[in-house]
């Protein structure tokens, strides 16, 4: 079975900062896919980065990156010098190759302070 | 890149009447699409998993009869909520795979907020 878990229910973060979102996650797959997604107020899910798990570096994306540790199963979101429109929830997802389905976290809501 | 629509965003219905809500990927073909569903401060919940020219499958919980699924096109997927109640007000939300390999992201349509009075 597959299983994402995201401890932090809700982050804060100075304008300008960087912080990091956790994301473990547990699948007896061998290979699949990771992901995170932004949903800000309006309700729209914004993907943000991918990692698969036979990627040797870990993935960037302008101000994200993945940092992705596979002898621990996690994959947390770095934001480096967040923005006051980065406040939003935030979910990692994962998508293995024995089903077609993709597997969400509980999300975790981050607010960057001015 | 790829977007996919959702209509309406936004409904508001009857106790005991049905409503049926779109999703399409507009400029790719998705072999797949999704369903979800969204209570407010929470996750997505999967609903069902739709392929073109097959029958849903749906997530263990979720009744069939209640909330059909046609996926009648690579570009069009329904969902339609059958005598709606006051509890099958939420958030769905729909999404559309490319492909079937691992990369293959889901694209998300804006969402239908429902609300049955």
């Known amino acids: 079975a597959q299983k994402i878990t995201q401890t932090q229910p809700g982050m804060f973060v100075q304008e300008k900062e960087a912080v990091t979102l956790d994301c473990t996650y547990d699948?007896?797959?061998?290979?699949?896919?990771l992901f995170w997604y932004k949903q800000p107020s309006s309700g729209e899910m914004i993907f943000l980065i991918y990692?698969?798990?036979?990627?040797?570096q870990n993935a960037t994306e302008g101000r994200y990156s993945l940092n992705f540790q596979k002898a621990r199963k996690s994959a947390n979101l770095v934001i480096s010098a967040s923005q006051l429109g980065d406040s939003a929830m935030y979910f990692c997802?994962?998508?293995?190759?024995?089903?077609?389905?993709?597997?969400f976290g509980t999300g975790t809501s981050l607010t960057v302070i001015p | 890149g790829a977007v996919v629509s959702q209509h309406p965003s936004w409904v508001i219905c009857k106790s005991g009447t049905s409503v049926k809500i779109e999703c399409r990927s507009l400029?790719?073909?998705?072999?797949?699409m999704f369903w979800y569903r969204q209570f407010p401060k929470q996750s997505l919940m999967l609903m069902a998993t739709?392929?073109?020219?097959?029958?849903?499958?749906?997530e263990q919980g979720v009744e069939k009869d209640k909330f059909l699924i046609n996926h009648a096109s690579l570009t069009l997927s329904t969902l339609t909520v059958t005598s709606a109640h006051p509890e099958d007000s939420s958030f769905y939300i729909c999404?559309?795979?490319?492909?079937?390999?691992?990369?293959?992201?889901?694209?998300f349509g804006p969402g239908t907020r429902l609300t049955v009075l």
């Open positions: 997802a994962m998508r293995g190759n024995t089903g077609n389905q993709f597997y």
């Open positions: 400029d790719f073909q998705a072999t797949t």
């Open positions: 739709s392929n073109e020219g097959s029958k849903a499958t749906y």
């Open positions: 699948t007896s797959d061998p290979s699949y896919g």
């Open positions: 999404s559309a795979v490319p492909g079937t390999g691992l990369y293959n992201e889901q694209f």
């Open positions: 990692q698969g798990s036979y990627d040797q």
